[in-house]
């Protein structure tokens, strides 16, 4: 079994802890109390924070060494057995969430369009947007990073290679084409950061939902009418994993027309959508990030609220919709302004 990539070296010499000081969820009273900690859990020992992490993410994308501080932390929460959510709850997404043997070998043509375990967004894949493609979806193909949040590395490390291995041999091997297009933020993680920290070899290449459109619209970009609305997005954990995409979505709304409004709870300062604590039985925690998800987009009167994860949507959606916010994929919004 591969070890994380990970050097303890980096985090000794380290002087500013961004990993645990700018976490927004758990407190320290300065550097030298944050550095203990993380030593702690360098060393294996016992900490609170394997206790009071959320498993937000955002400790990966803090690190200014890409020294894969959340990663170490879930090994040793599964270690030291710290679950984040009930025993009863992890054993039974675990059966619910396993591969089923019933994937068959299909013939594909670029691009395509891997829609991980989300059947029900199938249709979100049409229009010039996605001229041509073809799409992959079940769960014999899931990616499996949702185990960070259970503190179940042992599950990534055994499913996510059996998922890689099910898109080459009954999609990608025959295909005329080596890239796989990732609707959703945590297959574009899986198959770059995770694999990278967890020593998974990925034969294809991954490409991100926004890179894909942003070239599309260069393609289509006579047929672009401006949308001229305002939005607020919300930001996944998810997207922690490849925090250079995010210039890239604003690349993508100033082309469409959409102006992104500057907002507290958003970029690097994003909050958890609510659902994660709320799958961990953390009620008041969920209830409490919602509240101040929704109090902050509502303050700067957009429009649209956008989301990249459809499980964020799924938990924040109906909420900013009976607000008078529109809640849509970022899909969905750049097929608005080509007219599909």
């Avoid at 994308?61 to 992890?90: M, S, T």
């Avoid at 101040?292 to 459809?310: E, I, R």
């Avoid at 924040?316 to 009976?322: F, K, P, S, T």
Wanted: aromatic share 8%.
């Amino acid at each position: 079994m591969n070890s994380i990539k990970f050097d303890p070296d980096l985090c000794v010499n380290c002087e500013t802890i961004d990993c645990l000081m700018r976490c927004q969820y758990i407190s320290f009273t300065d550097i030298a109390e944050a550095k203990e900690e993380k030593l702690k859990i360098n060393d294996g020992k016992d900490s609170r924070v394997l206790e009071e992490c959320l498993t937000c993410y955002a400790c990966q994308e803090y690190c200014p060494v890409d020294n894969n501080p959340f990663f170490l932390l879930v090994e040793r929460q599964e270690e030291k057995g710290f679950l984040p959510a009930p025993r009863p709850i992890i054993e039974e997404q675990l059966r619910m969430m396993a591969p089923k043997g019933r994937i068959a070998k299909e013939t594909v043509s670029g691009p395509v369009v891997d829609m991980c375990a989300f059947p029900m967004l199938t249709g979100c894949v049409r229009g010039k947007l996605f001229e041509g493609a073809s799409t992959i979806v079940g769960m014999d193909i899931f990616c499996n990073i949702m185990w960070l949040h259970f503190a179940k590395n042992s599950t990534i490390r055994k499913r996510v290679p059996e998922m890689i291995d099910n898109i080459m041999s009954f999609y990608l091997k025959d295909a005329d084409t080596d890239e796989l297009i990732c609707f959703h933020d945590e297959c574009f993680g899986t198959y770059t950061s995770v694999a990278d920290a967890y020593g998974i070899d990925v034969p294809f290449k991954p490409i991100h939902q926004f890179d894909y459109y942003n070239q599309r619209l260069d393609v289509l970009k006579e047929s672009i009418k401006p949308i001229n609305a305002k939005i607020v997005y919300q930001r996944p954990c998810s997207n922690r994993l490849c925090p250079q995409t995010d210039k890239i979505l604003d690349e993508i709304f100033e082309k469409i027309g959409a102006e992104r409004v500057p907002r507290k709870y958003d970029r690097e300062t994003a909050l958890c959508c609510g659902g994660v604590p709320r799958a961990h039985q953390r009620e008041e925690l969920a209830d409490e990030l919602v509240e101040k998800n929704m109090n902050d987009m509502l303050s700067v009167g957009a429009t649209y609220c956008v989301f990249n994860c459809p499980f964020c949507m799924a938990t924040l959606g109906q909420e900013v919709a009976e607000q008078g916010l529109m809640p849509i994929l970022v899909s969905d919004l750049v097929q608005i302004a080509l007219g599909d």
